[in-house]
């Protein structure tokens, strides 16, 4: 035995003795194998399927149309190849689909090789397909930084290669149209008889972003016999296409008698030089199993800081851990990719966006790999340093866009109160502080708060400032986020101020507005404080059409942009419930605990909840407020045993960077964050068992003794073995380590009356 061989054994041997439960686990299954990325690909979810590393720069995949913004649409859907760069369950105008590779069949005459599936292999870190026309067979896995492919040809003496660098999603004849991504330029060259190299240049998309630039290396382990380039339409021999604003690619052929081709391909965001970097030091070899067992293994790493019972139902196994997965796909680590500038912090992009992923899936990152949030915190510091303000979404190396709030106050705040080591919160305060007060220049889409003006002197914003409800109450929010960073700093004037500006959604809080019998709802009010019943549409200066606005609006005529809406997403009787920082001063302006209960009764049987919308996330929860946390536990077990499954379809809405996935993961477990405050709401789990093996070496299980469906009520609790009367824990309860044993029974008790905050 080598003394490789001899260490290795040693640190498995290691592993064992530290962590025998979960030892004998991994000879049973790997944890890995619960992860199915086909769940939420289909329908709403918009979930990427392919191959991807943790937090994973490049993700490949086939591109079955130009419009999906995952790439990847269900058969008999066309494949018009394979590219490179994608994003995960995301709404609105795609993003990236770039370096499209093609197998093919024929002559070197053509630059599209639209085929179709025969079959589907979807699993972690893996894709395989089999085209009809061709019968080339395609697999696929992934390094962080380059992809791998495996193509199988049959018997032919033409098979080809065609490398695509103008390809990418979204496309429009439009020119700058809203959403839609635009050619910019690209270039390709032949290196040598088995490497080719070259670059996109896109803009737009889904942020409406400035151009960004794809460069990438391929190589292929057999080398070509032949090869042509195109430019625009013409093929020619030339082994260069420089770029003149037109799509370029290449054609290469491989010998005739070669059964199956391996490619590897760089990425980067840099040079074509850095791209082979990438692909040579992530994938020195031509081990196609090697390259996938490497990125199991990261996940593995993963997925086993949360340990579920063994004797779990196999599709809550796949729903769990396929949540978990979800989460840590994006944002995406791009440190040392950075074309804007040049330091030793790290760098993520595809923040997409913080409004969907702050509430769940940043919490649930913390738990989970609370060192990478720590970066990627220090990322949003640096890109406030660089850029001038942090990012409320960002994807191409450019902010963009806000839908509700300066939202980074509250991912910084969650890392606060929690104490997340690393972060220079000094500096953090400043970013915090700028969104604050400084309002962002008419870059009101991109970043920072736009009204930021008429809320600092009126206390809302005013009807006709596009989506002047949501940024009300959600500019108070971030403002309670501030007040809570600024307190813990020792800032006291800066804590009084910003806790007296968080109030500030009590300004468009109508107190004696009635529907379906509930009173006080979030509503329009103009700059000179009155009520507006009837809203104005359109921008004619002859004709001015209103409608009448209720609680129950959500879009306005059909030549209104969606975009600039009094609320986002959303009706009033969602975000008038979504007050996540002063859910007691809700509860005073609904007029009282019993009024409160009636109304949420009213919210869920009268169907006005969204389950796919990020603002109506912590609504469940509300019952915990007014003493009835069994009520926010049959609300959540209702909403997942008839939206969530482990099927294609599973997912009730975009899964958002893994919002909805990490919504589920928590509450399979009982726990749920109120995001940037240092508390869990306790409900009844769906998983019997869940052990933490925190990164501090430390353990926490939470165990739901004698749970089923009937007996699906907390009727006590033990913390570490001494009553807890609480339906909240704190953060520092959980990486204290310990065991939290939940008593069930068949009916209602009195536990939980209290929150314990």
């Not at 949360?306 to 840590?328: L, N, Q």
């Not at 921008?539 to 942009?561: A, C, N, V």
């Not at 969530?644 to 958002?656: C, E, Q, R, V």
Request: aromatic share 12%.
């Amino acid at each position: 035995m080598t003394q490789i061989s001899i260490r290795v054994s040693l640190l498995r041997l290691a592993f064992f003795l530290c962590f025998p439960v979960m030892g004998m686990a991994q000879e049973v299954a790997s944890l890995f194998n619960y992860v199915d990325p086909k769940i939420g690909s289909t329908g709403l979810g918009r979930t990427f399927i392919g191959p991807s590393c943790p937090y994973g720069m490049v993700k490949p995949s086939p591109d079955c149309t130009c419009k999906n913004n995952s790439g990847w649409a269900p058969m008999p859907e066309q494949v018009d190849g394979f590219s490179q760069v994608h994003v995960s369950g995301t709404g609105g105008g795609p993003k990236y689909g770039n370096i499209l590779v093609t197998p093919f069949l024929g002559a070197l005459d053509k630059t599209s090789h639209i085929d179709y599936r025969k079959y589907e292999e979807i699993r972690l870190g893996y894709y395989d397909t089999t085209f009809k026309n061709s019968s080339i067979r395609t697999e696929i896995t992934t390094a962080e930084r380059a992809s791998f492919y495996r193509f199988t040809y049959p018997q032919s003496s033409e098979k080809g290669l065609a490398v695509d660098a103008g390809f990418f999603l979204g496309e429009s004849p439009v020119p700058d149209a809203r959403e839609a991504q635009q050619f910019v330029g690209s270039e390709i060259q032949i290196l040598s008889n088995h490497e080719v190299c070259g670059y996109t240049r896109i803009r737009g998309g889904w942020n409406n972003g400035r151009a960004y630039t794809v460069y990438f290396y391929a190589e292929t382990n057999v080398p070509f016999t032949e090869t042509v380039t195109w430019k625009g339409t013409t093929i020619t021999t030339d082994k260069v296409q420089f770029d003149s604003g037109k799509k370029t690619g290449a054609l290469l052929r491989f010998p005739a008698s070669t059964d199956s081709v391996k490619l590897k391909i760089g990425i980067s965001f840099l040079s074509c030089l850095k791209a082979k970097h990438n692909a040579h030091t992530e994938i020195g070899h031509w081990n196609f199993e090697k390259v996938h067992q490497e990125l199991l293994d990261k996940w593995e790493t993963l997925l086993q800081r949360i340990e579920i019972a063994p004797d779990t139902p196999e599709h809550y196994k796949r729903m769990f851990y396929t949540g978990m997965y979800h989460t840590m796909i994006m944002p995406v680590d791009r440190s040392g990719e950075n074309p804007g500038w040049t330091d030793n912090e790290p760098y993520y992009d595809d923040f997409y966006a913080i409004w969907d992923t702050y509430r769940t899936s940043t919490p649930l990152i913390t738990l989970v790999d609370p060192d990478r949030e720590v970066d990627i915190v220090r990322s949003m510091l640096n890109i406030y340093k660089r850029d001038g303000f942090m990012p409320d979404a960002r994807s191409g190396n450019c902010n963009g866009r806000t839908q509700g709030g300066s939202n980074g106050e509250i991912v910084i705040a969650d890392a606060f109160v929690k104490g997340l080591e690393g972060i220079d919160y000094e500096h953090a305060l400043e970013a915090m502080l700028k969104d604050a007060t400084v309002p962002p220049g008419g870059n009101e889409e991109a970043e920072g708060r736009g009204g930021l003006i008429p809320y600092l002197e009126l206390g809302y914003i005013p009807h006709g400032i596009p989506r002047a409800g949501n940024r009300t109450i959600e500019y108070a929010y971030c403002d309670y986020a501030i007040a809570l960073v600024a307190k813990g700093l020792g800032k006291e004037e800066l804590y009084q101020q910003y806790l007296k500006q968080s109030g500030n959604w009590k300004n468009l809080w109508r107190d004696d507005y009635e529907h379906d019998g509930s009173k006080g709802f979030i509503l329009p009010r103009d700059e000179k404080g009155n009520w507006l019943d009837e809203v104005p549409f359109g921008s004619s200066k002859i004709q001015k059409p209103t409608f009448t606005y209720t609680p129950l609006t959500m879009e306005g005529p059909w030549y209104t942009p969606w975009w600039s809406m009094f609320f986002y997403e959303a009706t009033s009787w969602e975000y008038s419930l979504s007050i996540p920082h002063d859910v007691p001063g809700l509860i005073n302006k609904s007029g009282g605990k019993e009024a409160f209960e009636k109304r949420l009764d009213t919210f869920f049987n009268k169907n006005y909840y969204n389950v796919n919308n990020e603002p109506s996330f912590l609504t469940p929860c509300l019952y915990h407020w007014i003493g009835r946390p069994d009520k926010s536990s049959d609300r959540i077990h209702a909403i997942i045993n008839t939206h969530f499954n482990d099927s294609p379809g599973g997912l009730p809405g975009n899964d958002d960077s893994g919002a909805m996935s990490s919504w589920l993961a928590f509450h399979m477990m009982g726990l749920y964050p109120n995001a940037g405050q240092d508390y869990y709401l306790i409900n009844t789990p769906i998983l019997k068992e869940t052990t933490f093996r925190l990164t501090n070496g430390k353990t926490f299980r939470i165990k739901a003794e004698k749970l089923s469906n009937k007996n699906r009520y907390i009727q006590s609790i033990l913390l570490n073995g001494k009553e807890y009367p609480y339906s909240a824990l704190r953060h520092k309860d959980i990486v204290a380590g310990g065991e939290m044993i939940l008593k069930m029974g068949n009916k209602p008790s009195n536990w939980g009356n209290d929150l314990g905050l």
